[in-house]
């Protein structure tokens, strides 16, 4: 089944910016992530204790999680035991990042991460080191930090020379 929106879309693409409005350049920013999982209570304690997000309210099946000051970063929707995970091949997000300002604070939560024994994937891609955990409904998490606002590799690798992290 085709979506009702596909037409529009295409008229969209087809449609030169000058006529189109423009390329937006600001007042765009990502609100927030939403995600289902099976069990609120399950799901709290990693979100809070391991990452350090602040629960800002509890609606029955909903919670809502801060990074900052703001309402909520992330929404966690409560929706049973019996619920799938997508295929491999299903559309949708295949994860969501969360970027950290510090090497320190990367390191810190990479650490904690490797105390805790949750399971992890890091990778270095020439822009920035990053490490990917699923929470207990199996969601993907990468947190990183961005090498281009931080000092150089060479610098990076004596440094941690010797901590365990290999990148």
């Given at each position: 089944?085709?979506?009702?929106?596909?037409?529009?879309?295409?008229?969209?693409?087809?449609?030169?910016r000058?006529?189109?409005?423009g390329?937006?350049?600001?007042?765009i920013?990502?609100?927030?992530?939403?995600l289902?999982?099976?069990?609120?209570?399950a799901?709290l304690?990693?979100?809070?204790?391991?990452?350090?997000?602040?629960?800002?309210?509890r609606?029955?099946?909903?919670?809502?999680?801060?990074?900052?000051?703001?309402?909520?970063?992330?929404?966690?929707?409560?929706v049973?035991?019996?619920?799938e995970?997508?295929?491999?091949?299903?559309?949708?997000?295949t994860?969501?990042?969360?970027?950290?300002s510090?090497?320190?604070?990367?390191?810190?939560?990479?650490?904690?991460?490797?105390?805790?024994?949750?399971?992890f994937?890091?990778?270095?891609?020439?822009?920035?080191?990053?490490?990917?955990?699923?929470?207990?409904?199996?969601?993907?998490?990468?947190?990183?930090?961005d090498?281009r606002?931080?000092?150089?590799?060479?610098?990076?690798?004596?440094?941690?020379?010797?901590s365990?992290i290999?990148?």
């Amino acid at each position: 089944m085709k979506s009702p929106c596909l037409q529009t879309y295409r008229n969209l693409v087809d449609t030169p910016r000058s006529q189109a409005g423009g390329q937006i350049t600001g007042g765009i920013r990502l609100g927030h992530v939403h995600l289902k999982v099976r069990d609120l209570n399950a799901s709290l304690p990693f979100y809070t204790d391991w990452l350090g997000l602040n629960v800002t309210k509890r609606i029955g099946r909903f919670a809502f999680l801060a990074i900052a000051g703001e309402h909520h970063s992330l929404a966690l929707e409560e929706v049973g035991a019996r619920a799938e995970n997508p295929s491999r091949f299903a559309l949708g997000p295949t994860h969501f990042a969360l970027e950290v300002s510090h090497e320190a604070i990367f390191f810190a939560l990479r650490g904690r991460t490797q105390d805790v024994g949750l399971p992890f994937t890091s990778q270095y891609t020439g822009i920035s080191w990053s490490f990917g955990v699923r929470d207990p409904d199996g969601n993907d998490i990468e947190i990183y930090v961005d090498r281009r606002q931080t000092r150089t590799e060479a610098s990076a690798r004596k440094q941690h020379k010797g901590s365990g992290i290999d990148y």
